[in-house]
């Protein structure tokens, strides 16, 4: 049986990653590739796949939201390609076929591979959403609750962001820059207010001018004798000059 693969990952080079390892295989057919998690939707009810290659973090709709809108409906076996740390990796171990955390090998991958295939040959393809799958959703849905969308207007339209969505906030000048992914937002807010709605929502204020997303940070990189930039998942540097012990133990706590 040929594998009807679909690769949802809002990073190109990340796609080509999996693209190029697939084409090593043999018996996988790779039917959409998806930027965001909207249109990954789109191709599992269009292509029907055998296994989804999802990214967590993805504009539009989130890794999460995408098995939200697909509870249902023919539900493909889910490799989680994903550049969270280790804490929620352990979660998704029980409610996924597989994760991959970027960067990944193509040992690794091959690995993840073949779990599927294994599953699909004693189980098939489930109809919907598996109960470990749903609890996961259910988790992340339950964390998220409580914390008021942002919204930022454009001329054409009001985007409402949900605080777990933006990387880091920085200041300029009597506005904030909300940085979600590649993308900017600019709203009209002080650090001060910004700190403030969201504070609960595992940010910390790294510096006068930047508030981080907690989950978003990938290490501390040395920078002279005791000084430190944070460096987040998106590759992005930012300034820190709170206390080090500080930010390692709410790190901790994430």
Request: hydrophobic share 45%; glycine share 8%.
């Amino acid at each position: 049986m040929t594998l009807r693969a679909v690769i949802a990952d809002d990073e190109p080079l990340a796609r080509e990653r999996v693209r190029l390892f697939l084409a090593e295989e043999t018996g996988v057919e790779v039917v959409a590739e998806c930027a965001d998690g909207a249109a990954a939707v789109e191709a599992v009810g269009i292509h029907r796949p055998h296994v989804l290659f999802l990214d967590i973090q993805m504009p539009r709709l989130n890794g999460f939201e995408v098995l939200e809108s697909l509870a249902g409906r023919a539900m493909p076996k889910v490799v989680f390609t994903t550049a969270h740390d280790q804490h929620a990796i352990r979660a998704f171990e029980v409610s996924a076929v597989d994760y991959l955390l970027k960067p990944y090998k193509q040992e690794r991958f091959r690995r993840a591979l073949n779990k599927v295939r294994d599953q699909i040959s004693q189980e098939g393809t489930p109809a919907g959403l598996d109960a470990g799958l749903a609890a996961l959703v259910a988790q992340w849905r339950g964390l998220t609750e409580g914390h008021p969308r942002i919204p930022v207007k454009s001329p054409d339209r009001i985007l409402f962001l949900r605080p777990q969505e933006i990387d880091h906030v920085e200041a300029d000048g009597n506005y904030v820059q909300l940085h979600v992914g590649r993308d900017r937002h600019m709203i009209r807010e002080t650090m001060a207010g910004m700190e403030g709605r969201l504070a609960t929502a595992g940010f910390m204020r790294v510096s006068r001018s930047v508030i981080v997303n907690l989950r978003r940070i990938r290490e501390l990189k040395p920078m002279g004798p005791g000084e430190y930039c944070v460096v987040l998942q998106s590759g992005a540097r930012v300034e820190m000059t709170c206390p080090l012990r500080e930010l390692q133990e709410r790190l901790v706590g994430i």
